[in-house]
Structures are given as structure tokens and as C-alpha cells.
């Protein structure tokens, strides 16, 4: 199956919002509006789902409302990218219904992170089309004051610019897990903190397909038509502050059984929250080791994607590498949109 790039994004084109699961932006409209702000203020025109506020149960509407709204923005010639507002628990609801010919026909980005790994890698399993973990709209473009700066470089570089072919990925200087209250306490910036950088637990090389997305909504794919295609891959994971050392564990050993480490080029670790709970006595370090043991890919974590801000954008099918020796160098090695 050939990699199909969706088209670079320019200012004045539309962003279309979808709930594809969780129905979080019925609570929140202020949270909502101010995402929605930002992209503005970006330069962006807006367009939201009609469900994109709904609320049914611990959804955004049915599985039929859901679907409704994302092949709307598929079948919108004006929309060039689709960002769902959050994640949630529920988004591989759709894969059974989703018009995979449409959305082949009608490359676009889609734009989320957590459980929107569900659809970016169901969809980039069954149509090659290049996915993007990255901000939504409620946590990120929300965010007191709009995008993180280092979040926004990352936007503009990997959605905006098709002529960037060997752009090396950085670490941010700063970063965040603070929480506050949507609609009632964030009525300024998180507090940011010096970043320690990212680690090294296993030295080497590797080049390969980048494959991202959240550990527990991955595995929820195993064993599915959905599952990716993991022969070769840069394989990034990360889970947010519901984990804990031993869900992580089971994770990281489930993928040593299902094979995964067999296949892979370099697993990237995106960094945890601290509610997860790893520490000096039960290090994130070790747990790592345990699981790799016998492998000799590069491992790297504490990366800035996933459960903490801001984030790097990852582009799911796009070839990148990775040098892990003294120094790590994580860079695309082609193009992440297409002109």
C-alpha cells in the first residue's frame, strides 16, 4: 500500500472540529470557543460538527452522529483538516462504519492525540494515508492564551511546510502537567517548569515509518484489521495519568508477546505524568529494560508528545530517524505533507 500525504495546510484554509468520542465540549463552551479562537487568530477559517457539542452518555452522540460529522468534513471540499476537540475512551466505535474509500478519495489531516489513535492508525492501516499525533482542541488550541509556542513551531513546521525534508525534531525547554479546572480555573497559563530533556535507555540507530499513537488505545486495535503495519517502524507510545507503573508494565509486555520488538526499529516513549507513579524505587526505566530485554533497537523516552505540554507533532507513515548515542537526533527523512 502506497503512503498517500494529505496536503499542506495554508493560511485561510478551514479546520473542520469533530467529538468523535468523548463528550467533554458540551461541558466545557468556553474552553471550546477559545480553541476555536485560536485557530482563528492562527489564520484559520473554523468549522464545527453538528454534533461537536453533544452529549449522550459518555459520548458525542451516537456512533451514527459521530460518523455523520467526520465523513461531513471528508466529503467538504473546503475543509483541509480535521482536529477533534479531545479524545475520550470511544473513538474505535466508528472504525466497523468508516468509509475508508472516501476518506482515500479525500485526503485530509487529522489532527488529535490519545484516543484518537484509534481512527489515525485505523485509517492509516487501511488507506496509507499519513496521520498526525498532535494538539486538540480542547487541551492545546484551549489552553489559557492559545498554543504553547513550542506546540505551534511544531504545527506550522510539520502541517504547513512540504519542502521541509530533513527537519530534525528538538526538545522543548519547558513543560507542563498542571491541571486546572476547565471553565472555572483556567483563567491563565499553566505554570511551565525546566524540561530535564529527553533520555537515553538503549543506544543505537534506526530508520524507519514513524507508528504513533497511545499504548492503551494501540492494543485495543490487536488483533484487528486495524492494527498497523509495524515492520520497520519507529514506533512512539505514551498513555496519560489514569496508567499507573503496573498498566504500563502490562502494556510494554504485551507488545513484547504480541511480537512488536521483533519487528520495530526504536520504540520512543513519550513522557508520563507523575500521577503515573514511577520513582527512584520502581523507575520507568525498568520497566523498559524488562520489557526489551534480548532487543538491541535504540529506546528513547521522556520525548515531548502525548499526556503532557506541549507537544511535538508525530506524522504516522512518514519516515524518520533516529541516532541515539551521546546526543539524540530525531529527524523526517521526507516530507510530511504533500503541496
Not at 4 to 11: D, G, N, T, W
Not at 71 to 80: E, F, G, L, S
Not at 276 to 289: I, M
Not at 317 to 330: K, N, P, T, Y
Request: with cysteine; charged share 20%.
Amino acid at each position: 500500500m502506497g503512503i498517500i500525504r494529505p496536503s499542506k495546510l495554508s493560511f485561510g484554509d478551514t479546520v473542520g472540529i469533530v467529538s468523535p468520542a468523548s463528550p467533554i465540549a458540551a461541558c466545557c463552551p468556553r474552553r471550546l470557543r477559545r480553541g476555536i479562537e485560536c485557530l482563528e487568530d492562527m489564520g484559520f477559517q473554523v468549522i464545527l460538527g453538528d454534533h461537536t457539542s453533544k452529549h449522550t452518555g459518555h459520548t458525542a452522540g451516537t456512533i451514527e452522529d459521530r460518523l455523520s460529522d467526520l465523513h461531513a468534513m471528508y466529503r467538504n471540499p473546503d475543509v483541509k483538516a480535521i482536529i477533534p476537540t479531545i479524545g475520550g475512551y470511544n473513538s474505535h466505535q466508528l472504525l466497523d462504519q468508516l468509509d475508508f474509500d472516501l476518506i482515500a478519495e479525500n485526503p485530509k489531516i487529522l489532527l488529535g492525540y490519545s484516543d484518537i489513535t484509534a481512527l489515525q492508525l485505523g485509517i492509516f492501516s487501511q488507506t496509507g494515508m499519513v496521520t498526525y499525533l498532535g494538539p486538540a482542541i480542547l487541551p492545546q488550541f484551549g489552553e489559557f492564551g492559545g498554543l504553547f509556542d513550542y506546540s505551534r513551531n511544531s504545527f506550522e513546521d510539520v502541517l504547513m511546510n512540504a519542502a521541509i525534508t530533513r527537519q530534525v525534531l528538538q526538545p522543548s525547554e519547558s513543560w507542563t502537567e498542571e491541571s486546572l479546572q476547565w471553565d472555572l480555573e483556567d483563567n491563565r497559563q499553566r505554570v511551565l517548569k525546566k524540561s530535564t530533556g529527553w533520555k537515553i535507555l538503549k543506544r543505537g540507530k534506526a530508520c524507519g515509518r514513524i507508528v504513533a499513537g497511545n499504548m492503551s488505545t494501540l492494543l485495543l486495535l490487536a488483533g484487528t484489521a486495524y492494527w498497523a503495519d509495524m515492520t520497520g517502524a519507529i514506533l512512539c507510545v505514551e498513555d496519560d495519568e489514569t496508567t499507573n507503573l503496573a498498566t504500563v508494565d502490562r502494556y510494554v509486555t504485551q507488545l513484547r508477546q504480541m511480537g512488536v520488538y521483533q519487528q520495530i526499529s526504536a520504540l520512543i516513549v513519550g513522557r508520563f505524568p507523575s500521577a503515573t507513579g514511577f520513582s527512584e524505587e520502581e523507575p520507568l526505566e525498568t520497566v523498559l529494560t524488562i520489557a526489551t530485554r534480548g532487543y538491541s533497537f535504540p529506546v528513547v523516552y521522556d520525548v515531548d508528545f502525548g499526556h503532557t505540554d506541549p507537544m511535538m507533532i508525530l506524522a504516522n507513515g512518514v519516515l524518520a530517524s533516529l541516532d541515539a548515542h551521546h546526543s539524540i537526533e530525531f529527524k523526517y527523512t521526507e516530507s510530511t505533507v504533500s503541496e
